[in-house]
């Protein structure tokens, strides 16, 4: 075991002795590596305290994921004991760490353990470290800045952040001004244009991110002009090559900060140097991808209240949707369903009663919430890709509707999406099922509009309009009847939550009230308790969801193709007057 220790002492010598470039992992990979295979013995403190030390990982400042402590484990998987294990440090450990902290001489190792033991003394001794420790930590990190002896710069920047919140928490107004111009020093040192993760950093820090930091006049003057003549360097037109996204990181900041100063005009003045930029980059792309540009311009100029210029992007993306549309290429496959299969389930599905069938079909059509994520879970193991990627909704002309995220992000707009897809493959079994019940039972508008009325949210003076509306569907006048069937099932929601006693107004933009939209009725809590969550995310997703079908919202505002108008969609409908012919009032039931 001495001999172990022995080599350690030797690794950490040369460290010290050599004062260059390294990094964390270098250390703990070096004393890892002086066990040889062969080697049996009980593994001695400082073994475990040295690898362990080196092999903590920093959390970031605003997101520490829930942890009490800044230093979280290397890995931590489901079923393994994560590593290394705050829970396995000791105060003697610590104590270990205190003397290392004082007596290294390279900044790395230094700022290591000294972060260690103030950050972890707490929790593991039960009373806090000595602010010398915080202290040493900040000085350690301004000489690893000063002498670069980290093999990573944006590692030092890490750091500095790291060093600028411990100054500010312990109040030290004399260790803040050291780390501020250590900052400034360390950037003016190493950025590079093209290289956005070694420049901003001082303006972020100083100007935006922590307004108790001192910045003399002066100082803002260097911070802001050096952003601006950056700014300025990205948008030259002779720059070669043309780099826009370094344009937009550099406009961000100054919008942020003019923002800050009530300064509006210089806000649109760089906010509209970062737009010629990719404006010029869009010229020369695709449409698809100069219309992702421009998005996220328009979505710039919304946020810092540009109005009038969010509407001129969003013309030029209208008028880019064409092209978009033309640029998608279709992606088609085959699936064979055997005929004796399908006849057996239509059979299942249409034996008994009128009553039975129907009420089945309303049962059955109800895509399942849980079988939905299911998919999306197979689906993202088959093609984990696709899972990750942002997913941007157009409609007929290639305007984007809607974006869904990432699975892990936005699990809600992957399973609408996913449901859409769903209601779309049963489209077929659906109306095979349905063609054979109205046959079988001689099916009229008025046998089906006295079914669906008997239900209290259907009033007796719009029974008429239903029968018309069913009328129109059996006769396969898709259109019309779409544009009947759907006031019909908004005004049956809407009567619905008025029995319900749930509120169906809502304040009118010029005084006095107005009628919430079916989106607005479907949020509803009473109606979310009385049908459930699986229930009205279908609801949603058919009728007033952009993610899915949005039926209510195509039809009505006149977005939906004439070619869209078909028993995939009718069928739809009718389900959902099934689905609400089911209620019942209390005293029926």
Request: include cysteine; charge should be positive.
């Given at each position: 075991m001495s001999d172990i220790i022995a080599e350690i002492q030797k690794v950490l010598a040369e460290y010290d002795s050599d004062i260059k470039p390294i990094t964390e992992y270098d250390v703990s990979d070096r004393i890892c590596k002086l066990l040889g295979k062969d080697y049996t013995s009980e593994l001695p403190m400082q073994w475990n305290a040295e690898t362990w030390a080196f092999a903590f990982q920093e959390s970031k400042l605003e997101d520490n994921k829930g942890r009490s402590t800044f230093y979280g484990p290397l890995r931590a998987l489901i079923g393994y004991d994560e590593y290394p294990s705050i829970g396995k440090i000791t105060p003697e450990i610590i104590d270990?760490?205190?003397d290392r902290a004082t007596s290294s001489r390279h900044p790395v190792l230094k700022t290591r353990y000294a972060d260690?033991?103030?950050?972890?003394?707490?929790?593991?001794?039960?009373?806090?470290?000595?602010?010398t420790m915080a202290q040493q930590v900040i000085d350690s990190t301004i000489e690893m800045a000063w002498l670069q002896c980290h093999k990573y710069k944006t590692t030092i920047i890490r750091r500095l952040r790291r060093a600028l919140s411990l100054s500010l928490s312990l109040g030290d107004d004399e260790s803040v001004a050291r780390v501020r111009d250590a900052v400034i020093v360390y950037e003016d040192a190493v950025a590079e244009d093209d290289k956005e993760a070694l420049w901003g950093f001082s303006f972020d820090m100083l100007l935006l991110?922590?307004?108790?930091?001192?910045?003399?006049?002066?100082?803002?003057?260097?911070?802001v002009g050096d952003l601006e003549a950056r700014l300025g360097r990205f948008a030259a037109p002779d720059r070669i090559p043309r780099n826009p996204w370094?344009?937009?990181?550099?406009?961000?900041?100054?919008?942020?900060?003019?923002r800050k100063e009530g300064r509006a005009?210089?806000?649109?003045?760089?906010?509209l140097v970062y737009e010629q930029c990719f404006q010029s980059f869009a010229a020369q792309a695709s449409a698809m991808q100069a219309s992702a540009w421009l998005r996220g311009i328009h979505a710039v100029f919304a946020d810092f209240g540009l109005a009038d210029d969010a509407r001129r992007i969003a013309v030029q993306l209208?008028?880019?949707?064409?092209?978009?549309?033309?640029?998608?290429?279709?992606?088609?496959?085959?699936?064979?369903?055997?005929?004796e299969e399908m006849r057996k389930y239509i059979e299942v599905m249409t034996e008994g009663s009128l009553h039975d069938s129907l009420l089945r079909v309303a049962a059955k059509y109800f895509p399942d919430r849980s079988v939905i994520e299911e998919q999306l879970s197979e689906l993202a193991e088959a093609a984990p890709l696709m899972s990750h990627l942002t997913i941007i909704l157009q409609d007929h002309k290639g305007r984007p509707v809607a974006s869904v995220d990432d699975i892990d992000s936005d699990l809600d707009g992957r399973v609408a999406m996913q449901m859409s897809h769903s209601m779309k493959f049963s489209a077929m079994s659906m109306r095979l099922v349905l063609a054979e019940i109205f046959r079988r039972n001689n099916v009229t508008a008025q046998v089906l509009a006295e079914y669906i009325c008997r239900s209290p949210v259907f009033e007796e003076g719009r029974c008429q309009m239903l029968e018309h509306g069913l009328q129109l569907y059996?006769?396969?006048?898709?259109?019309?009847s779409a544009h009947v069937l759907i006031p019909c099932i908004e005004n049956a929601f809407r009567l619905m939550l008025e029995k319900l006693r749930g509120d169906v107004l809502k304040p009118a933009r010029n005084g006095g009230m107005q009628l919430k939209t079916l989106d607005e009725l479907l949020r509803s809590p009473k109606l979310l308790e009385f049908f459930g969550e699986d229930r009205i995310l279908y609801f949603r997703v058919l009728l007033t969801d952009q993610r899915g079908w949005n039926l209510r919202n195509d039809v009505c505002h006149g977005l939906t193709v004439p070619e869209a108008f078909g028993t995939a969609m009718t069928d739809r409908l009718l389900h959902v007057l099934l689905c609400l012919a089911q209620v019942r009032a209390k005293q029926q039931a």
């Open positions: 270990y760490w205190t260690l033991v103030w950050d972890l003394s707490k929790k593991v001794k039960g009373a806090p470290a000595s602010h991110d922590n307004p108790k930091v001192k910045v003399s006049e002066d100082i803002r003057l260097k911070l370094g344009a937009e990181d550099a406009a961000m900041r100054l919008a942020r900060h003019y005009e210089d806000v649109r003045r760089v906010l209208r008028e880019l949707g064409p092209r978009c549309t033309s640029e998608m290429k279709p992606v088609t496959f085959t699936t064979t369903i055997p005929e059996l006769s396969g006048d898709h259109l019309a």
